[in-house]
């Protein structure tokens, strides 16, 4: 859709892909009001052995917007999965796109407990493909 955009950034647009949850909109005061989410994911990331339900890997997480339902099937019918989703399935968390090599998009904020020798399994999942992909390369 040429004029999707974010409520966030355009109030007005056609297609308002990404729109803020239906009960932030009546919110005048934002302090400590945004919504605290938790994930389940089918996505490639969970292949590994770790756990993905601390907060910062897939847990829980703050805030307003998120994908438009009514856009969801859509998007998915185009190639772009939701793989990880709130536990009663209504809240898109994780999008993968389908045959790319590492294209993941993520709800929540895996920099937010990882470290060098304790990477979260986004950051973990991004250098196992980027050294598949080397591999592959050089044959």
């Not at 932030?24 to 089918?42: F, I």
């Not at 045959?99 to 399994?121: D, L, M, N, T, V």
Request: glycine share 8%; hydrophobic share 30%; charged share 30%.
């Amino acid at each position: 859709m040429h004029d999707a955009n974010s409520t966030e950034f355009d109030p007005q647009t056609l297609h308002p892909v990404v729109d803020i949850l239906p009960e932030q909109k009546s919110v005048t005061k934002k302090g400590a009001t945004m919504r605290l989410g938790r994930s389940r994911s089918s996505s490639r990331m969970t292949r590994w052995p770790r756990s993905c339900t601390e907060r910062g890997d897939l847990g829980e997480h703050r805030h307003r917007y998120e994908i438009n339902p009514h856009y969801i099937e859509m998007i998915q019918e185009k190639g772009l999965r939701f793989t990880g989703k709130s536990p009663d399935g209504k809240r898109m968390e994780i999008a993968e796109l389908k045959g790319h090599p590492f294209f993941i998009g993520a709800q929540f904020h895996p920099e937010f407990k990882s470290r060098p020798k304790r990477p979260s399994p986004l950051h973990l999942a991004l250098v196992r493909a980027a050294l598949e992909f080397s591999q592959d390369r050089r044959g």
